[in-house]
Nanobody, 125 residues
Framework: QVQLAESGGGLVQAGGSLRLSCSTSGHSTVRYAMGWFRQAPGKDRAFVAAISRTGGDTIYEGVVEGRFTISRDNVQNTVHLQMNSLNSDDTGVYYC??????????????????WGQGTQVTVLL
C-alpha cells in the first residue's frame, strides 16, 4: 500500500505562487496515476489536476488550466503542483491522490484509491 504526504502549502498573497509536493512511500510512484484535489471551507472535495503514470498525459479543472501545472518525478517518487496567479477561490485544503488504474484518466475523487492528509493553502486578498 502506498502512503502519500503533501507539503508546500501556506499563506500567499493574491497573484502569488506556491508549489505543492506529494511524496510517496511504500510503493513506487510509477505504479499510479496521480491527482490533486482541493476542498474549500463548506464545499465538497473538487478535482484540480491529474497526471498519468508516465507523465505523458495531464488533465485540469477548467478554472485552473493555464495557471496550474502538474508534474511528476518517478525517480524521486514525487508529484508536484505548481500554482501561479493564485486568487481567493484557490483557498482550501489540497489533497494528493493515487489511482492504480491509469486509463482513462479520471477527475472523480471516488476513482482514486489512496489519499494524503492534505496541506492548507490560503490566498490572502
Amino acid at each position: 500500500q502506498v502512503q502519500l504526504a503533501e507539503s508546500g502549502g501556506g499563506l500567499v498573497q493574491a497573484g502569488g505562487s506556491l508549489r505543492l509536493s506529494c511524496s510517496t512511500s511504500g510503493h513506487s510512484t510509477v505504479r499510479y496515476a496521480m491527482g490533486w484535489f482541493r476542498q474549500a471551507p463548506g464545499k465538497d472535495r473538487a478535482f484540480v489536476a491529474a497526471i498519468s503514470r508516465t507523465g505523458g498525459d495531464t488533465i485540469y479543472e477548467g478554472v485552473v488550466e493555464g495557471r496550474f501545472t502538474i508534474s511528476r518525478d518517478n525517480v524521486q517518487n514525487t508529484v508536484h503542483l505548481q500554482m501561479n496567479s493564485l486568487n481567493s477561490d484557490d483557498t482550501g485544503v489540497y489533497y494528493c491522490a493515487a489511482r492504480t488504474q491509469d486509463w482513462p484518466m479520471s477527475a472523480v475523487a471516488h476513482d482514486y484509491d489512496y489519499w494524503g492528509q492534505g496541506t492548507q493553502v490560503t490566498v490572502l486578498l
